[in-house]
């Protein structure tokens, strides 16, 4: 059986959907597009039903695509995901809005029940709704009230769905939309008259549906005065700098302690292989190559981790939707909109759905200049990044006493890419035209407390798609790269091996095994690679095993991190226990006791990574979304050469 969940954006749709399914869902796409499919199996039951949660949308016109997905499946009766019954998530406390895509889906003659959530909210804004004689106007269907962050009337609907009693369906709100199973769509007036005649009776069902109690003055003078603080034009960004601070300062300090065990684990892990396994290429390829390769992943999750556990906090608490608000007059002068805003914060976690979430832009130019800079926001991918090179090269020093000057260079560096997507897109609204206008229209829902069973729901299945996806693609680049640093043509590597001076005495047989692994690693298939690229790189204060960690990294950028690990533990000796972090600060430039990892080379890569476009994936999505290949090229060349100038600049002034 097949349940599908329809509703509104912020209707609570996503909040049901955790609650009847728990963690088993699974996410993938549907064919030939790039809206998420996000499926599971409902709780409690004995028999296979699959709930499949649809994309997020206010009416069945379809003008975006998310509205064309759900419209072409709710349409099709042969669809591989077509319904056996709708549950249609209705927010009590905006019922004028809701009834709209409610009654377009009631009107297309399928099984269909109201699941009808936020009733908290509805009673806080003093609403009182006859549910009886509010399924009684609408034919008889079923209404059943539910808080889906509460978990308030959650049994009663899994009772009701497992019952699987046919779903009533009622007869069409609004009698001929649907003739012949189409809308007319495309003369604007028409599609207009028809939403204002539904309008119309819905607001004429709702007289006789929802009374208004009289409100205490004081819970509107309290989301009032708040209201007053958060999106004050001056106070406002004020705010929103302090919460980012917060969040940058928190991520380096609650994460330190468990990043450095997970460090030592698998150090502890790969020295364990080394001394237990019989000695041979698999296990130096276990050892040196896969460990070193995925421990590269699994240490960052917990950065990732409290990173998405405060874009979650934002969004839940309703502060995120002010934050749209304030800075939409400020974004204007740039070329976008306050709806840019989400995609951009939505930026911070991946560019991927962000770039999707441009959808909500109606205004053409805005969205394009949008999805060309969205890339620029740093990203969790660049986070792995940061952090290991803001630990190698910044000072664990506190500024003004109480201040984390790691943190605060973390934030610095967010910041930067913030600037960069501003004037970026200020250079984007010079070439790209449109006549179109455009404006912001927007709910600021009322202000609530996350749910925390919801948070722990959503962490789970980002840490698991950062780690699973990240993973096969750092696994199997771990493999290639051990193979290419292991070996190399020839007898090349063997000849210059055998120029080096054997040891006389015990105390150089060390230093011996170093310049051994050194000159071993330089003639293999990797070295000879990366000294070829030496030269383009080396004003920005790299070597030849950096070029490798950057050519690597356009599969994605968090292999860096991997393949930093597996260059610089190729022939290591796990014995002492060093981490990465150990190998690569003793790290010197060869013929000198100079450091390779300076500050000043350290933030030249910083930069370098702030800016450039080193996701692959990122490019195939900007390709869908547009439909042209020039789009994704031009981000490709403008944030390759403004990585590339940027960085040389940093390390120039530095040095």
């Known amino acids: 059986m097949k349940i599908s969940l329809v509703g509104n954006p912020n209707s609570g749709k996503t909040s049901l959907f955790n609650q009847l399914t728990g963690l088993n869902q699974k996410i993938g796409n549907f064919p030939g597009v790039t809206v998420d499919k996000k499926s599971g199996k409902l709780k409690r039951s004995d028999s296979e039903i699959e709930i ?41 406390s905006n019922l004028e809005r809701n009834l ?74 609004l009698g001929g939309e649907f003739d012949k199973g189409q809308f007319l769509i495309d003369d604007p007036e028409v599609r207009k008259e028809r939403v204002e005649n539904r309008y119309k009776k819905i607001r004429q069902v709702l007289s006789f549906v929802v009374k208004q109690k009289t409100l205490p003055k004081s819970l509107i003078n309290r989301h009032r005065a708040v209201d007053k603080i958060l999106t004050h034009p001056f106070f406002g960004y004020v705010i929103f700098l302090g919460v980012l601070f917060v969040i940058f300062q928190a991520i380096y300090a609650w994460s330190e302690w468990p990043m450095d065990l997970i460090d030592t684990l698998f150090v502890s892990a790969s020295a364990w292989v080394k001394d237990t396994l019989p000695e041979g290429m698999l296990t130096n390829l276990i050892a040196e190559g896969i460990i070193p390769g995925l421990g590269g992943v699994v240490i960052f999750i917990p950065q990732i981790t409290l990173l998405f556990g405060f874009i979650f906090i934002l969004e839940e608490t309703g502060y995120m939707s002010r934050v749209v608000f304030i800075l939409d007059r400020f974004m204007r002068p740039f070329g976008l909109n306050g709806r840019s805003v989400v995609p951009l914060i939505s930026g911070v976690a991946c560019a991927i759905p962000a770039i999707m979430a441009t959808r909500t832009i109606d205004n053409w130019k805005e969205r394009l200049i949008t999805i060309m800079v969205t890339p620029l926001m740093s990203c969790s991918a660049r986070l792995p990044v940061y952090t290991l090179l803001i630990a190698l090269v910044v000072p664990d020093t506190m500024v003004a006493g109480f201040i984390n000057l790691k943190g605060l260079v973390l934030l610095g560096l967010y910041l930067i890419g913030v600037v960069a997507a501003l004037l970026a897109a200020l250079a984007f609204k010079l070439f790209v035209k449109s006549r179109q206008k455009s404006f912001l229209v927007m709910e600021l829902p009322l202000y609530k407390m996350p749910r925390w069973n919801n948070l722990i729901v959503t962490l789970w299945e980002k840490v698991r798609l950062f780690v699973f996806d990240a993973g096969k693609i750092i696994f199997s680049i771990s493999i290639i790269l051990w193979v290419l640093a292991t070996f190399g043509p020839g007898d090349r590597i063997e000849e210059a091996v055998a120029k080096i001076p054997e040891p006389t005495k015990e105390e150089q047989v060390e230093e011996y095994e170093k310049e051994v692994s050194s000159v071993s690693l330089s003639n293999s298939y990797i070295g000879i690679l990366g000294h070829a690229i030496e030269p383009a790189i080396k004003p920005l204060g790299y070597n030849w095993q950096i070029g490798i960690a950057l050519i690597t990294s356009f599969a994605a950028r968090e292999v860096f991190v991997g393949s930093m690990a597996t260059i610089y533990s190729v022939g290591e000796d796990f014995d002492d226990e060093a981490t990465l972090l150990d190998r690569m600060r003793s790290e010197k430039i060869r013929g000198t006791q100079e450091p390779v990892y300076t500050f000043a080379t350290g933030l030249s890569l910083m930069i370098f990574y702030a800016f450039a476009m080193q996701c692959m994936s990122t490019l195939a999505i900007v390709l869908r979304e547009t439909k042209n290949w020039k789009y994704p090229f031009i981000q490709l060349v403008y944030m390759t050469a403004l990585a590339y100038v940027a960085a040389l600049i940093t390390y120039q002034l530095l040095k």
């Open 52 to 92: 499949l949660d649809l994309p997020g949308i206010y009416s069945l016109y379809p003008k975006t695509q998310d509205e064309k997905v759900v419209y072409d499946l709710l349409r099709d009766k042969t669809h591989k995901d077509y319904p056996d019954r709708i549950v249609v998530v209705v927010d009590a």
């Open 100 to 173: 709209l895509l409610f009654t377009q889906v009631l009107d297309l003659g399928v099984p269909v029940t109201m699941a009808l959530n936020m009733t908290d909210v509805a009673d806080k804004k003093g609403l009182v709704i006859d549910i009886e004689k509010l399924s009684e106007v609408l034919g008889g269907i079923d209404i059943l009230p539910i808080v889906a962050r509460t978990g308030k009337g959650i049994n009663e609907l899994i009772d009701h769905l497992i019952e699987n009693k046919p779903a009533k369906t009622a007869e069409p709100f």
